[in-house]
T-cell receptor, first 113, second 110 residues
Framework: NAGVMQNPRHLVRRRGQEARLRCSPMKGHSHVYWYRQLPEEGLKFMVYLQKENIIDESGMPKERFSAEFPKEGPSILRIQQVVRGDSAAYFC???????????FGQGTRLTVV | KNEVEQSPQNLTAQEGEFITINCSYSVGISALHWLQQHPGGGIVSLFMLSSGKKKHGRLIATINIQEKHSSLHITASHPRDSAVYICAVRDPNTGNQFYFGTGTSLTVIP
């Protein structure tokens, strides 16, 4: 049973481009959480999704950021028109229910140049 | 004020020393997690606790729900234990999202 898979591990984008980050949860997990870790800062919650539904997006910036978790396929975190301040490590975690242990992916390190 | 406070922020120890990292939280929780992050690496979940104490190898985690406090202990520390240790709590009042401490950076010197 593979763990939470995130890809790519490293992503370089020029300012103004789009970044797409993928998270495949553990098998049987239908709850996905995205977190951002800015340089020299702690992890911050961004969004919580279940299959086909956004449950809580209170941590997402209002513009340029969106997330989805379709019925089939991985969860996608999309950042449009990236800026230097978007450079960070983006982690996702998954769990089978809201009260069971969550497992984290290796993260995607986004660098905007 | 952060929902989760960790101490110390930085810790240097000699190999073999007993290490304690503390975590205090201010929200109601459904569970508390201790996570480990190596430089440039991913995050590994060490423990999930909702009460009492858990042990895995040289690692021990305890939680006191009444005092809203948890500790992570490392016995017979080793240089490979050098990492950032993060305390995280799940708040059932906010969809069980995680709140994270800022982490404790541990360096174990041979």
């Amino acid at each position: 049973n593979a763990g939470v898979m995130q890809n790519p591990r490293h992503l370089v984008r020029r300012r103004g481009q789009e970044a797409r980050l993928r998270c495949s949860p553990m098998k049987g997990h239908s709850h996905v959480y995205w977190y951002r870790q800015l340089p020299e800062e702690g992890l911050k919650f961004m969004v919580y999704l279940q299959k086909e539904n956004i449950i809580d997006e209170s941590g997402m910036p209002k513009e340029r950021f969106s997330a989805e978790f379709p019925k089939e396929g991985p969860s996608i975190l999309r950042i449009q028109q990236v800026v230097r301040g978007d450079s960070a490590a983006y982690f996702c975690a998954s769990s089978s229910t809201v009260n069971t242990e969550a497992f984290f992916g290796q993260g995607t390190r986004l660098t905007v140049v | 004020k952060n929902e989760v406070e960790q101490s110390p922020q930085n810790l240097t120890a000699q190999e073999g020393e007993f290490i304690t990292i503390n975590c205090s939280y201010s929200v109601g929780i459904s569970a508390l997690h201790w996570l480990q992050q190596h430089p440039g690496g991913g995050i590994v979940s060490l423990f999930m606790l909702s009460s009492g104490k858990k042990k895995h190898g040289r690692l021990i985690a305890t939680i006191n729900i009444q005092e809203k406090h948890s500790s992570l202990h490392i016995t017979a520390s080793h240089p490979r234990d050098s990492a950032v240790y993060i305390c995280a709590v799940r708040d059932p009042n906010t969809g069980n999202q995680f709140y994270f401490g800022t982490g404790t950076s541990l360096t174990v010197i041979p």
